[in-house]
């Protein structure tokens, strides 16, 4: 409770009021002479299972596209004005991305977050240039508003971002956005790695990618075309079939 009055600067009477009215509910239990997080969010949390099962539903692709290209391979989606890491796949080499999910990111300077900013529409995407601080978290990191646009209409015209060391130092990630309307979800599928290896396997990674979208919108999306326009359809300069290939081809072989 103290924390709780420090943190929220309410006295400690508010506080305590706020406490025994969530208690009430569920969503918090004392414990100990202390608080604690209550079932009731967990109840909640099970309410809205789509994120989990999607996360699930991904995994096996996201394993395919880190054992092909022997890189970290993550899928995430928007939460609030970040980017959440949902699931990974890691290559097993050493020296790779020490993420998490659960881990939450800036939009601006990953792959993932550009890809999703793609999907914004034009006076949101405004409003974020306008309203988010672009702090320089890499000596890479774009921080000017109409560079960052610039760089978002070019993940829209070819279908893909790149965070040229704009996180991490030393660090490139490819990534393509991934919608499943039938979940109501919009996410981003993303491969990471040391700059050497990443761009010396750029076409590779990209044509593993492409893969990695078409089959699971084909599987959990109901097919590309079925809601409309996609980013990588014809109309949009996007990929033909003889463009991507399956993980384990003979490409990596």
């Given at each position: 409770m103290a924390r709780l009055s420090r943190e929220t600067g309410w006295d400690k009477a508010t506080a305590l009021r706020y406490l025994t009215a969530m208690e009430k509910r569920g969503v918090v239990e004392r414990r100990d002479g202390d608080w604690t997080l209550g079932l009731a969010l967990l109840e909640l949390a099970s309410r809205v299972p789509i994120t989990e099962n999607i996360a699930n539903r991904v995994k096996p692709v996201l394993n395919d596209l880190a054992k092909a290209t022997g890189e970290t391979a993550n899928l995430s989606a928007l939460t609030g004005s970040e980017l959440m890491y949902l699931a990974k796949a890691d290559g097993g080499r050493a020296l790779r991305l020490r993420s998490n999910p659960g881990d939450r990111m800036p939009l601006y300077c990953t792959a993932a977050g550009k890809c999703?900013?793609?999907?914004?529409?034009?006076?949101?995407?405004?409003?974020?240039?306008?309203?988010?601080?672009?702090?320089?978290?890499?000596?890479?990191?774009?921080?000017?508003?109409?560079?960052?646009?610039?760089?978002?209409?070019?993940?829209?015209?070819?279908?893909?971002?790149?965070?040229?060391?704009?996180?991490?130092?030393?660090?490139?990630?490819?990534?393509?956005?991934?919608?499943?309307?039938?979940?109501?979800?919009?996410?981003?599928?993303?491969?990471?790695?040391?700059?050497?290896?990443?761009?010396?396997?750029?076409?590779?990674?990209?044509?593993?990618?492409?893969?990695?979208?078409?089959?699971?919108?084909?599987?959990?999306?109901?097919?590309?075309?079925?809601?409309?326009?996609?980013?990588?359809?014809?109309?949009?300069?996007?990929f033909k079939s003889t463009d991507w290939h399956r993980p384990g081809s003979e490409t990596y072989e």
């Amino acid at each position: 409770m103290a924390r709780l009055s420090r943190e929220t600067g309410w006295d400690k009477a508010t506080a305590l009021r706020y406490l025994t009215a969530m208690e009430k509910r569920g969503v918090v239990e004392r414990r100990d002479g202390d608080w604690t997080l209550g079932l009731a969010l967990l109840e909640l949390a099970s309410r809205v299972p789509i994120t989990e099962n999607i996360a699930n539903r991904v995994k096996p692709v996201l394993n395919d596209l880190a054992k092909a290209t022997g890189e970290t391979a993550n899928l995430s989606a928007l939460t609030g004005s970040e980017l959440m890491y949902l699931a990974k796949a890691d290559g097993g080499r050493a020296l790779r991305l020490r993420s998490n999910p659960g881990d939450r990111m800036p939009l601006y300077c990953t792959a993932a977050g550009k890809c999703i900013l793609s999907r914004f529409s034009v006076p949101l995407r405004a409003q974020y240039l306008a309203e988010t601080h672009l702090s320089a978290i890499a000596p890479k990191t774009i921080v000017d508003p109409e560079k960052l646009a610039e760089d978002i209409e070019r993940t829209i015209r070819r279908g893909w971002a790149i965070d040229d060391e704009e996180l991490e130092s030393g660090l490139i990630c490819y990534a393509m956005p991934l919608d499943l309307p039938r979940y109501g979800f919009s996410g981003a599928i993303s491969i990471s790695g040391p700059s050497g290896r990443m761009l010396q396997a750029q076409e590779e990674i990209l044509s593993s990618l492409r893969w990695a979208v078409m089959t699971l919108q084909e599987d959990l999306g109901g097919g590309i075309g079925d809601e409309g326009p996609q980013l990588f359809s014809p109309a949009r300069g996007g990929f033909k079939s003889t463009d991507w290939h399956r993980p384990g081809s003979e490409t990596y072989e």
